[in-house]
């Protein structure tokens, strides 16, 4: 017979209740004969317990136990919970009756692996134990004056420790800009660090800030095919159109269809630009009355009209240089060439 749990509480420490299986009750009674040598010293039981009573109750507790036990066990109980114990005594005419009744709730308890228990059966590998000081240790330090060693490189890559690019990157940052990258592992190993993530890991990283860090960022974004018309087109859209054309020369590894829609956008907007320069009549010449076209730059340069790009600054009505212009054909192309394959 499977062990049932009994106790005058109402659950069992980690284990659920799974099911209510209802009351069970034990009654026993004894007779008198059984209590002979009790009821012959009856006033001993209002002075203190005889040994041969204490004796006969343990007995009869026992055995009301292993009833409620039996039946508790085949209704498929695991527990018997808010046990409560009743000693009674009926007396009369001269015999005495010994009763004790023993009520509890059956219930069905869920499987010990389950839940909590489970936390029992896990394991930590001195790997994790290792990367997670390593990160502590990394997230602990003062960024701005740290340069990665051997050892955190190999940290690094071996764990592919994604979270720790900001901070590689701005400690990239300040290399490049006060140090000139001299005898520094971090000018090698942060675009190598750069390459094994995954194109959205890495263009979160090199489009983080691009207005301020485009400089640092734009080798890494052509030499890892970071191209992303989404941040171009964002780029465009907060007028930041030098930065937007120069990012058109980069490419991706390869273009879905949502990225030649964002492309088809893009060229909307750049040949939709607005006019910096102008178009307007002025004399020929000094000494000259008659009136012609001339092109005026937006820096204020005065060229015949005829002319594209300023003969002083080299900028078109729209402000921008011959080889802007020339990456905008070559981005149109480029789009075009991808709308055809992608309709094939
Ligand atoms: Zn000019």
């Given at each position: 017979?499977?062990k049932?749990?009994i106790?005058?509480t ?5 284990r659920?209740?799974c099911?209510?299986l209802g009351?069970v009750?034990?009654?026993?009674v004894i007779g ?5 040598d ?5 006033s001993?039981?209002f002075g203190?317990m ?5 004796n006969?109750l343990?007995t ?14 085949l209704?498929g109980?695991?527990a ?6 009743d000693?009674d005594?009926i007396?009369g005419?001269g015999k ?5 009744s ?10 010990p ?22 990160k ?6 003062h960024i701005d004056?740290?340069l990665p060693n051997e050892?955190?490189?190999s940290m ?8 720790l690019a900001p ?7 300040r ?5 000139n990258g001299q ?11 750069i390459?094994t993530l995954?194109?959205?890991d890495?263009?979160d ?7 301020n860090?485009?400089?640092?960022a734009n ?9 992303c018309p ?11 159109i030098?930065l937007?054309?120069?990012l058109?020369?980069?490419d991706k590894f390869e273009?879905t269809h ?10 909307k907007w750049?040949d ?8 307007q ?7 000259s009355s008659k009136m ?6 937006q820096n204020g ?7 594209e790009?300023?003969g ?6 729209k402000?921008?240089n011959?080889s802007q ?16 394959l992608?309709?094939?």
């Amino acid at each position: 017979m499977n062990k049932v749990i009994i106790t005058t509480t109402n659950q069992v420490n980690h284990r659920d209740i799974c099911d209510y299986l209802g009351l069970v009750t034990s009654n026993l009674v004894i007779g008198t004969n059984v209590f002979s040598d009790f009821v012959a010293s009856f006033s001993d039981f209002f002075g203190g317990m005889s040994g041969t009573y204490r004796n006969q109750l343990d007995t009869l507790y026992k055995r009301a136990i292993d009833d409620l036990s039996e039946k508790a066990t085949l209704r498929g109980a695991d527990a018997i919970l808010g046990v409560k114990i009743d000693f009674d005594e009926i007396s009369g005419k001269g015999k005495s009756m010994f009763m004790v009744s023993i009520t509890g709730t059956a219930v069905k308890l869920s499987d010990p692996m389950d839940g909590s228990n489970r936390l029992h059966e896990k394991t930590i590998s001195s790997r994790l134990v290792e990367i997670e000081l390593f990160k502590q240790e990394w997230f602990g330090r003062h960024i701005d004056t740290y340069l990665p060693n051997e050892k955190d490189w190999s940290m690094i890559f071996s764990n592919n420790l994604l979270e720790l690019a900001p901070s590689l990157y701005r400690i990239y940052v300040r290399v490049c800009q006060y140090t000139n990258g001299q005898d520094s592992s971090i000018i090698e190993k942060f675009p190598q660090f750069i390459s094994t993530l995954s194109y959205d890991d890495a263009v979160d990283i090199m489009y983080f800030d691009y207005e301020n860090l485009s400089t640092f960022a734009n080798n890494l974004i052509r030499d890892n095919k970071l191209f992303c018309p989404v941040k171009v087109l964002d780029l465009l859209k907060s007028e930041k159109i030098d930065l937007a054309i120069n990012l058109l020369a980069y490419d991706k590894f390869e273009y879905t269809h949502q990225d030649i829609v964002v492309m088809g956008q893009i060229v909307k907007w750049l040949d939709n630009l607005p006019n910096k320069g102008s178009v307007q009549q002025k004399k020929a010449g000094l000494l000259s009355s008659k009136m012609e076209d001339k092109y005026i730059c937006q820096n204020g340069h005065t060229n015949s009209a005829d002319i594209e790009f300023c003969g002083n600054c080299g900028l078109n009505i729209k402000g921008l240089n011959s080889s802007q212009v020339a990456l905008i054909n070559k981005f149109r192309y480029k789009f075009t060439v991808l709308r055809g394959l992608m309709q094939e």
